[in-house]
């Protein structure tokens, strides 16, 4: 009976993850009531289809762990489901369905409160001036527009900044299906959702659109991409919404402070360290570092916001770990967690 129990109850960490969901939601509902504007999905864009995606992704890559897994000269389809079948019981399930459920909570609940964020008055005038404090005068932008010019290396960086969403969509699924142990996977969807939990808060602290808004002539010379494009529908997307908060479309997209891109990318580089994966962080560094440059060069962010950015993906990380592995009980000899 007791053995019984101990299998099925829900574990320790997993607890403390949904209690961070919780009390992030609790905080949803409670600006929701505040503006009078409804949670909503859009699209289903931030929560259904996403957990969708999250689902095929999923079984894509259980395929693939189940394929690493069975000798290669075995392989068939019923060896890789007897593979699947022995790493996959209900238990094991339920643990990653219920760690990517959080993730997708989190990721919703940000969204809604990123939204409501424009109904503050933006300070970019502010963040213009310590960027051109920072960098003797100049905007950081126009030097690298002088330093990289205005058409290869923008679209080089256009692609940098656009294939963010791929990446972190595989990349925490990736750390739940493909971990030997879920609670290890845990630790990268934990640190992700401490991101998005202290990226929002960093967006009411300083509210703002982004240089691409304060400074257009700064950007004037860039190509037109899918970036001008999504930067001129995050702007109507907001006007629409300060001038009718209750329309059931009204829905914006826009701050700049901190960069959450540089942020989750900041997550998964040190993550990848902290899994020992050599090869991952050098490729994630290098991306991190162009997604840097990608967020200031195409006017998305401020160069301080890439500073919170970097800071705020370290803090996640080490709230992370500490959310699903804390220690709890420390003795000359030994350290316990749970």
């Not at 503006?35 to 693939?64: E, H, M, N, T």
């Not at 916001?305 to 500490?322: H, N």
Request: aromatic share 10%; net charge neutral; with cysteine.
């Amino acid at each position: 009976m007791g053995h019984a129990q101990a299998v099925t109850s829900t574990p320790p960490w997993l607890l403390r993850l949904i209690a961070l969901v919780l009390g992030f939601a609790a905080v949803t509902v409670w600006r929701s009531y505040e503006v009078g504007i409804a949670l909503r999905d859009p699209g289903g864009q931030y929560l259904a289809g996403k957990i969708v995606i999250s689902a095929v992704v999923f079984s894509v890559l259980v395929i693939v762990d189940a394929g690493a897994r069975t000798p290669r000269r075995t392989w068939n389809t019923r060896t890789l489901l007897d593979t699947v079948r022995r790493r996959w019981d209900a238990r094991r399930l339920a643990l990653a369905g219920a760690a990517l459920l959080c993730y997708h909570l989190v990721y919703f609940c940000y969204h809604n409160l990123k939204s409501w964020d424009v109904l503050n008055a933006p300070r970019d005038a502010t963040l213009t001036a310590i960027d051109r404090w920072l960098f003797f005068g100049h905007t950081p932008a126009v030097l690298l527009h002088d330093l990289l010019g205005e058409n290869l290396a923008a679209w080089v960086l256009i692609v940098i900044y656009e294939s963010f969403p791929t990446l972190v969509t595989v990349s925490f699924v990736a750390a739940v299906a493909l971990a030997d142990e879920i609670r290890d996977g845990a630790v990268l969807v934990a640190a992700m959702c401490w991101a998005w939990v202290l990226g929002t808060a960093s967006y009411y602290a300083i509210p703002s659109l982004g240089p691409f808004e304060d400074r257009p002539q700064d950007f004037a010379g860039l190509p037109t991409s899918i970036v001008t494009e999504t930067q001129a529908r995050y702007l109507a997307q907001r006007a629409h919404l300060l001038a009718d908060p209750a329309a059931h479309d009204a829905f914006a997209q826009v701050s700049a402070f901190a960069s959450l891109h540089v942020a989750i990318t900041t997550v998964l580089t040190l993550m990848a360290a902290h899994y020992g994966l050599r090869r991952t962080t050098i490729v994630l560094s290098i991306y991190l570092a162009g997604t840097v440059v990608a967020t200031v060069y195409l006017g998305w962010h401020f160069a301080l916001d890439d500073i919170a950015g970097l800071a705020i993906g370290a803090g996640a990380v080490a709230l992370g770990k500490l959310t699903i592995y804390p220690v709890l009980v420390r003795s000359r000899d030994a350290v316990c967690v749970e």
